[in-house]
């Protein structure tokens, strides 16, 4: 019999936050004025891990522009 492990599909705004090292009330208030993506699943919110990624890559992108100026 093989076992398949299922990778996780979705984070948690908590997740998240742990994550990027950041209180929870931020990272609700990034999640709320559509700096992180994510969606509405009930009464909670859910994000892929790439719109992390996204939201990392543009704070890199912006702060390596800020730099060369």
Known sequence: MT????????????E???????????TKML???GDIRSV???R??????????EYVKRLAREAEAEWSA
């Open 3 to 14: 076992t398949t492990v299922i990778a996780r599909k979705w984070h948690t705004t908590a």
């Open 16 to 26: 998240v936050a742990q994550m990027l090292g950041y209180g929870l009330s931020k």
């Open 31 to 33: 999640v709320l004025t």
């Open 40 to 42: 509405k699943d009930g």
């Open 44 to 53: 909670n919110r859910r994000i892929l891990p790439r719109w992390v990624d």
